[in-house]
């Protein structure tokens, strides 16, 4: 079964991370994908949210606002999709993806369209 891993993280922590800090979560980042690398489907990481465009039709009009969809604590930093045995496996996919350490990985099942 296909999941959508969806990594939040808090991205003004993201950005005061040390060079340091940032090289060794990026290592993380390697080292889970050689892991996960038979069941990672695809996946990428997502520019800031200060890029984000949340765009709503209301009768017939289309209305494009600068930002995210919701100002949270947590933002949606990137995810994996992933072909997963059942839900506890891919409870264990997520929880060896580096951003689950300091923010969450919301893991949700793919809708299966006949």
Same mark, same amino acid.
């Given at each position: 079964m296909?999941?959508?891993l969806l990594i939040y993280t808090e991205e003004t922590a993201d950005m005061r991370a040390t060079d340091g800090e940032r090289r060794t979560m990026m290592e993380g980042?390697?080292? /889970? @994908?050689?892991w996960a690398?038979?069941? $990672? =489907? @695809?996946g990428d990481a997502l520019q800031s949210t200060q890029t984000a465009t949340t765009v709503r039709v209301r009768d017939g009009e289309t209305l494009a606002t600068d930002g +995210? /969809?919701? !100002?949270?604590? !947590?933002? =949606? @930093? @990137? /995810?994996? =999709?992933? !072909?997963?045995?059942d839900l506890d496996h891919a409870i264990e996919i997520a929880s060896r993806i580096p951003g689950a350490s300091a923010g969450s990985v919301e893991?949700? +099942? $793919?809708m299966e369209f006949a």
């Open positions: 296909r999941y959508m980042y390697q080292a /889970f @994908g050689q690398a038979d069941v $990672i =489907l @695809g +995210p /969809f919701a !100002e949270t604590k !947590e933002q =949606l @930093g @990137g /995810f994996y =999709l992933v !072909e997963a045995k893991v949700r +099942p $793919i």
